[in-house]
Protein backbone atom coordinates (compact mmCIF):
# COMPACT_ATOMS: atom_id res chain seq x y z
CA UNK A 1 0.00 0.00 0.00
CA UNK A 2 2.93 1.97 0.85
CA UNK A 3 4.08 1.82 -3.13
CA UNK A 4 1.01 3.51 -4.10
CA UNK A 5 0.98 6.78 -2.07
CA UNK A 6 4.86 7.18 -3.02
CA UNK A 7 3.34 6.53 -7.26
CA UNK A 8 0.57 9.34 -6.46
CA UNK A 9 3.05 12.15 -5.09
CA UNK A 10 5.53 11.28 -7.70
CA UNK A 11 2.33 12.03 -9.89
CA UNK A 12 1.58 15.18 -8.06
CA UNK A 13 5.19 16.59 -7.82
CA UNK A 14 6.11 15.79 -11.60
CA UNK A 15 3.02 16.19 -13.90
CA UNK A 16 0.85 18.44 -11.71
CA UNK A 17 4.11 20.45 -10.21
CA UNK A 18 2.29 20.97 -7.14
CA UNK A 19 5.02 22.41 -4.17
CA UNK A 20 7.00 20.16 -1.76
CA UNK A 21 4.65 21.15 0.77
CA UNK A 22 1.62 20.20 -0.85
CA UNK A 23 3.06 17.02 -1.38
CA UNK A 24 4.60 16.43 2.00
CA UNK A 25 0.37 17.33 3.41
CA UNK A 26 -0.85 14.66 0.93
CA UNK A 27 1.39 12.15 1.71
CA UNK A 28 0.71 12.88 5.65
CA UNK A 29 -2.97 12.59 5.31
CA UNK A 30 -2.78 9.70 3.00
CA UNK A 31 -0.03 7.89 5.70
CA UNK A 32 -1.98 8.72 8.60
CA UNK A 33 -5.42 6.94 6.45
CA UNK A 34 -3.41 4.13 5.69
CA UNK A 35 -2.50 3.14 9.23
CA UNK A 36 -6.21 3.55 10.04
CA UNK A 37 -7.32 0.83 7.44
CA UNK A 38 -4.03 -1.74 8.77
CA UNK A 39 -5.35 -0.65 11.85
CA UNK A 40 -8.88 -2.47 11.39
CA UNK A 41 -7.21 -5.33 9.34
CA UNK A 42 -7.27 -3.80 5.38
CA UNK A 43 -4.49 -4.69 3.98
CA UNK A 44 -5.69 -3.40 0.03
CA UNK A 45 -6.77 -0.06 -0.87
CA UNK A 46 -9.51 -1.53 -3.00
CA UNK A 47 -10.86 -3.74 -0.61
CA UNK A 48 -14.60 -3.93 0.08
CA UNK A 49 -14.29 -3.61 3.60
CA UNK A 50 -13.21 -0.13 3.58
CA UNK A 51 -15.81 1.76 5.46
CA UNK A 52 -15.34 5.60 4.23
CA UNK A 53 -17.85 6.29 6.96
CA UNK A 54 -16.23 4.86 9.77
CA UNK A 55 -12.94 6.98 8.83
CA UNK A 56 -15.04 10.21 9.07
CA UNK A 57 -16.11 9.67 11.76
CA UNK A 58 -12.45 8.98 13.15
CA UNK A 59 -11.58 12.10 12.08
CA UNK A 60 -14.62 13.67 13.88
CA UNK A 61 -13.58 12.29 17.28
CA UNK A 62 -10.30 13.86 16.88
CA UNK A 63 -11.98 16.92 16.95
CA UNK A 64 -10.15 18.43 13.56
CA UNK A 65 -11.75 21.26 12.40
CA UNK A 66 -14.38 20.87 9.29
CA UNK A 67 -12.09 22.55 6.73
CA UNK A 68 -9.02 20.11 7.89
CA UNK A 69 -11.50 17.08 7.72
CA UNK A 70 -12.62 18.10 4.25
CA UNK A 71 -9.34 18.66 2.58
CA UNK A 72 -8.04 14.98 3.83
CA UNK A 73 -11.33 13.69 2.30
CA UNK A 74 -10.64 15.75 -0.82
CA UNK A 75 -7.51 14.13 -1.26
CA UNK A 76 -8.32 10.35 -0.09
CA UNK A 77 -10.55 10.68 -3.26
CA UNK A 78 -8.23 12.86 -5.69
CA UNK A 79 -5.69 9.67 -4.40
CA UNK A 80 -8.38 7.02 -5.64
CA UNK A 81 -9.42 8.76 -8.78
CA UNK A 82 -5.18 8.34 -9.38
CA UNK A 83 -5.23 4.81 -8.78
CA UNK A 84 -8.36 4.12 -10.46
CA UNK A 85 -7.17 5.78 -13.70
CA UNK A 86 -3.76 4.40 -13.73
CA UNK A 87 -5.47 0.61 -13.10
CA UNK A 88 -3.76 -0.31 -10.09
CA UNK A 89 -7.49 -0.64 -8.48
CA UNK A 90 -10.54 -2.74 -9.65
CA UNK A 91 -12.59 -0.79 -7.19
CA UNK A 92 -12.80 2.52 -6.21
CA UNK A 93 -14.69 3.00 -2.58
CA UNK A 94 -14.77 6.13 -2.76
CA UNK A 95 -17.10 6.82 -6.17
CA UNK A 96 -20.49 7.39 -3.96
CA UNK A 97 -18.62 9.12 -1.21
CA UNK A 98 -20.61 12.90 -0.89
CA UNK A 99 -17.87 15.38 -2.26
CA UNK A 100 -16.70 17.78 1.16
CA UNK A 101 -18.78 20.91 0.96
CA UNK A 102 -15.71 23.17 1.23
CA UNK A 103 -13.68 23.33 -1.81
CA UNK A 104 -10.47 21.04 -1.88
CA UNK A 105 -7.24 22.69 -1.28
CA UNK A 106 -5.96 20.85 -4.17
CA UNK A 107 -8.48 22.95 -6.45
CA UNK A 108 -8.51 26.17 -4.77
CA UNK A 109 -6.11 27.96 -6.94
CA UNK A 110 -6.18 28.31 -10.66
CA UNK A 111 -3.47 26.77 -12.49
CA UNK A 112 -0.47 28.21 -13.47
CA UNK A 113 0.21 28.64 -16.94
CA UNK A 114 2.54 31.26 -19.08
CA UNK A 115 2.10 33.61 -21.30
CA UNK A 116 2.71 33.97 -25.10
CA UNK A 117 6.27 35.80 -24.30
CA UNK A 118 7.50 33.62 -21.54
CA UNK A 119 6.37 30.73 -23.80
CA UNK A 120 8.82 31.71 -26.61
CA UNK A 121 11.21 32.31 -24.09
CA UNK A 122 10.98 28.83 -23.24
CA UNK A 123 11.03 27.07 -26.51
CA UNK A 124 13.46 29.13 -28.09
CA UNK A 125 16.34 27.70 -25.19
CA UNK A 126 17.59 24.79 -26.62
CA UNK A 127 20.45 24.71 -28.55
CA UNK A 128 19.37 22.85 -32.01
CA UNK A 129 22.93 21.85 -33.16
CA UNK A 130 23.12 19.31 -30.49
CA UNK A 131 21.07 16.14 -31.01
CA UNK A 132 19.93 16.22 -27.38
CA UNK A 133 18.95 20.21 -27.81
CA UNK A 134 17.02 19.49 -30.77
CA UNK A 135 15.12 16.70 -29.02
CA UNK A 136 14.51 19.12 -26.53
CA UNK A 137 13.07 21.39 -29.08
CA UNK A 138 10.98 19.06 -30.64
CA UNK A 139 9.27 17.77 -26.81
CA UNK A 140 8.93 21.42 -25.91
CA UNK A 141 7.32 22.14 -29.42
CA UNK A 142 4.91 18.86 -29.39
CA UNK A 143 3.77 19.67 -25.42
CA UNK A 144 2.79 23.09 -26.12
CA UNK A 145 1.15 22.49 -29.19
CA UNK A 146 -0.63 19.61 -28.14
CA UNK A 147 -1.43 20.22 -24.40
CA UNK A 148 -0.36 16.50 -23.33
CA UNK A 149 0.31 15.44 -20.09
CA UNK A 150 3.80 14.14 -18.95
CA UNK A 151 2.93 10.42 -19.03
CA UNK A 152 1.65 10.73 -22.54
CA UNK A 153 5.11 12.29 -23.67
CA UNK A 154 7.03 9.69 -22.58
CA UNK A 155 4.95 7.01 -23.67
CA UNK A 156 4.63 8.41 -27.43
CA UNK A 157 5.88 5.75 -29.65
CA UNK A 158 7.08 7.03 -33.08
CA UNK A 159 4.48 5.26 -34.96
CA UNK A 160 1.99 7.49 -32.88
CA UNK A 161 3.06 10.72 -35.28
CA UNK A 162 2.23 11.13 -38.57
CA UNK A 163 3.52 14.52 -39.84
CA UNK A 164 2.33 14.22 -43.43
CA UNK A 165 -0.73 14.88 -42.23
CA UNK A 166 0.31 17.07 -39.11
CA UNK A 167 -1.57 14.72 -36.34
CA UNK A 168 -0.20 13.13 -33.15
CA UNK A 169 -2.77 10.07 -32.06
CA UNK A 170 -2.15 10.24 -28.11
CA UNK A 171 -3.02 7.77 -25.56
CA UNK A 172 -4.94 8.80 -22.36
CA UNK A 173 -6.02 7.94 -19.43
CA UNK A 174 -7.72 4.87 -19.42
CA UNK A 175 -6.12 4.13 -22.40
CA UNK A 176 -7.95 6.78 -24.22
CA UNK A 177 -7.23 7.73 -28.20
CA UNK A 178 -7.34 11.33 -28.93
CA UNK A 179 -6.23 12.83 -32.12
CA UNK A 180 -4.36 16.67 -31.76
CA UNK A 181 -3.16 18.64 -34.63
CA UNK A 182 0.26 19.58 -34.29
CA UNK A 183 0.53 22.78 -35.88
CA UNK A 184 3.78 23.67 -38.91
CA UNK A 185 6.27 24.50 -35.62
CA UNK A 186 6.17 21.06 -34.24
CA UNK A 187 5.65 19.02 -37.10
CA UNK A 188 8.67 20.40 -38.38
CA UNK A 189 11.18 19.98 -35.46
CA UNK A 190 9.75 16.71 -35.11
CA UNK A 191 11.14 15.82 -38.52
CA UNK A 192 14.35 17.75 -37.89
CA UNK A 193 15.17 15.41 -34.97
CA UNK A 194 13.96 12.49 -36.67
CA UNK A 195 16.33 12.90 -38.91
CA UNK A 196 19.05 14.40 -37.26
CA UNK A 197 18.63 14.29 -33.73
CA UNK A 198 17.15 10.84 -32.89
CA UNK A 199 19.37 8.75 -34.82
CA UNK A 200 22.50 9.70 -32.94
CA UNK A 201 20.96 9.00 -29.67
CA UNK A 202 19.90 5.37 -30.30
CA UNK A 203 23.12 2.60 -30.49
CA UNK A 204 23.41 1.00 -33.99
CA UNK A 205 21.08 -2.12 -34.41
CA UNK A 206 18.67 -0.94 -31.90
CA UNK A 207 15.00 -1.18 -32.63
CA UNK A 208 13.15 1.50 -30.42
CA UNK A 209 9.36 2.04 -30.62
CA UNK A 210 9.32 5.81 -28.31
CA UNK A 211 9.94 8.53 -30.00
CA UNK A 212 11.81 10.99 -27.46
CA UNK A 213 15.10 9.31 -25.84
CA UNK A 214 17.86 9.99 -24.34
CA UNK A 215 21.27 9.96 -24.63
CA UNK A 216 21.75 6.40 -24.01
CA UNK A 217 18.51 5.59 -26.48
CA UNK A 218 16.21 4.77 -24.06
CA UNK A 219 12.68 6.67 -24.01
CA UNK A 220 13.34 9.55 -21.62
CA UNK A 221 11.87 9.72 -18.21
CA UNK A 222 9.20 11.54 -16.45
CA UNK A 223 11.86 13.06 -14.20
CA UNK A 224 14.48 13.65 -16.98
CA UNK A 225 11.29 16.23 -18.63
CA UNK A 226 10.99 18.08 -15.30
CA UNK A 227 14.69 18.70 -14.94
CA UNK A 228 14.55 19.76 -18.87
CA UNK A 229 11.44 22.40 -18.20
CA UNK A 230 13.37 23.59 -15.12
CA UNK A 231 16.51 24.16 -16.81
CA UNK A 232 15.13 26.19 -19.90
CA UNK A 233 12.59 28.34 -17.58
CA UNK A 234 16.19 29.26 -15.59
CA UNK A 235 17.92 29.82 -18.83
CA UNK A 236 15.01 31.93 -20.26
CA UNK A 237 14.73 34.01 -17.41
CA UNK A 238 10.84 32.87 -16.31
CA UNK A 239 10.33 33.54 -12.42
CA UNK A 240 7.69 31.44 -12.38
CA UNK A 241 7.74 28.18 -10.73
CA UNK A 242 6.73 25.97 -13.40
CA UNK A 243 6.60 22.18 -14.39
CA UNK A 244 5.81 20.47 -17.57
CA UNK A 245 2.01 20.51 -16.76
CA UNK A 246 2.33 24.28 -16.99
CA UNK A 247 2.74 23.98 -20.56
CA UNK A 248 -1.03 21.99 -20.64
CA UNK A 249 -2.09 24.82 -18.83
CA UNK A 250 -0.87 27.35 -21.18
CA UNK A 251 -1.97 25.43 -24.29
CA UNK A 252 -5.22 25.73 -22.87
CA UNK A 253 -5.53 28.65 -21.37
CA UNK A 254 -4.05 30.41 -25.09
CA UNK A 255 -6.37 28.38 -26.94
CA UNK A 256 -9.40 29.90 -25.03
CA UNK A 257 -8.20 33.51 -25.49
CA UNK A 258 -7.97 33.47 -28.57
CA UNK A 259 -11.74 32.06 -29.20
CA UNK A 260 -11.15 28.50 -29.37
CA UNK A 261 -14.55 26.99 -28.62
CA UNK A 262 -14.70 24.60 -25.10
CA UNK A 263 -15.83 21.71 -26.61
CA UNK A 264 -12.78 21.46 -29.02
CA UNK A 265 -10.27 22.59 -26.12
CA UNK A 266 -12.37 19.42 -24.11
CA UNK A 267 -11.52 17.11 -26.85
CA UNK A 268 -7.95 17.95 -27.26
CA UNK A 269 -7.03 17.73 -23.84
CA UNK A 270 -8.97 14.18 -23.42
CA UNK A 271 -10.84 15.39 -20.10
CA UNK A 272 -13.82 13.24 -19.82
CA UNK A 273 -15.52 16.14 -18.58
CA UNK A 274 -16.57 19.53 -19.85
CA UNK A 275 -16.31 20.89 -16.35
CA UNK A 276 -12.64 20.20 -16.11
CA UNK A 277 -12.06 22.07 -19.22
CA UNK A 278 -14.39 25.19 -17.49
CA UNK A 279 -10.88 26.12 -15.56
CA UNK A 280 -9.57 27.58 -18.07
CA UNK A 281 -12.59 29.56 -18.77
CA UNK A 282 -12.19 30.68 -15.08
CA UNK A 283 -8.23 31.72 -16.21
CA UNK A 284 -9.56 33.96 -18.87
CA UNK A 285 -12.17 35.63 -16.27
CA UNK A 286 -9.54 36.14 -13.55
CA UNK A 287 -7.34 37.76 -16.22
CA UNK A 288 -9.63 40.38 -17.62
CA UNK A 289 -10.55 41.28 -14.36
CA UNK A 290 -6.84 41.82 -13.49
CA UNK A 291 -6.29 44.15 -16.90
CA UNK A 292 -9.74 45.77 -16.50
CA UNK A 293 -8.51 47.04 -12.62
CA UNK A 294 -5.06 47.49 -14.22
CA UNK A 295 -6.29 50.12 -17.45
CA UNK A 296 -9.63 50.93 -16.99
CA UNK A 297 -9.91 54.69 -15.21
CA UNK A 298 -12.35 53.19 -12.82
CA UNK A 299 -11.08 49.70 -12.38
Known sequence: MKQQIEDFINYLNIERGLSLNTCLAYESDLTQYRAFLEENGI???????????????????????????SRKVAGIKTFYRFME??????????????SPSIKSWATSKLP??????????LLNQPEVTKPTGLRDKAILEFMYATGSRVAEVTSLNVSQINLEIGFANIIGKGSK????????????????????????????????????????GKGITRQALWMMIK???????????????????????????NDADLRSVQEMLGHANIT??????HINHARLKTLHAKYHPRG
Open 112 to 121: KFLTAKEVEL
Open 85 to 98: NEGLIEFNPTLYLE
Open 177 to 216: ERIVPLGKFASNYIGEYLEKGRPYLIKSGEQVTRLFVNWR
Open 276 to 281: TTQIYT
Open 43 to 69: QAWDSTKIDMTGYLNFLRHTQLKSVSI
Open 231 to 257: KYALAGGIKKDISPHTLRHSFATHLLA
